[in-house]
């Protein structure tokens, strides 16, 4: 059986968590034209390489060359679709947390609701809706440190052109 220490926790928890999934969308509304401007790149590229590998095709070609051909028309099928984890799966996350803070509120506000199987609901509920956290937030930072370590590419390049664009300083005499 919980303690009401454990439920209240719980429900802090699952506060959290939801507070923590808006934040989510917050921080990633701001960085979404330029996240998916590198999606569009990265999908670019793919096709590029798609239609590369598909001319180089024959019939006598090797198993290994078919199977990646099938593997990249799936990548560009993952990039050309709305990141799920922001659609589907942040709602989700929400969700559950919502589920769990109500449920926690109802065990906490009745001795009657105060079951096994309604503290199983409490449990589950507040695990799966972390798990989804866990893989929204992973997912995310997945999503931003890629736009972010090629925005950081494309410094690094234009500042190697800028130094070798540099006029060599005389000697004093």
């Avoid at 990633?28 to 001319?55: C, D, M, V």
């Amino acid at each position: 059986m919980l303690s009401e220490t454990v439920v209240s926790t719980f429900l802090q928890a699952s506060i959290t968590g939801a507070g923590l999934v808006l934040a989510i969308y917050a921080l990633f509304t701001p960085l979404s034209h330029r996240i998916f401007e590198e999606r569009a790149k990265r999908l670019q590229r793919q096709i590029e390489k798609f239609e590369g590998l598909k001319n180089k095709i024959t019939p006598d070609s090797k198993n290994k060359e078919l199977k990646e051909l099938q593997n990249l028309q799936k990548e560009i099928k993952e990039t050309k679709i709305f990141p799920r984890y922001l659609g589907s799966g942040v709602f989700l996350t929400f969700v559950g947390y919502v589920v769990s803070v109500m449920s926690d509120g109802n065990w906490l506000a009745s001795l009657n609701n105060r079951t096994p199987p309604n503290e199983f609901i409490i449990i589950m509920v507040f695990v799966f809706s972390t798990i989804g956290f866990l893989f929204v937030g992973a997912l995310t930072i997945i999503e931003i440190y890629a736009s972010m370590r090629r925005e950081f590419e494309d410094v690094k390049k234009k500042q190697k052109e800028v130094k070798s664009t540099e006029v060599p300083k005389q000697e004093s005499l």
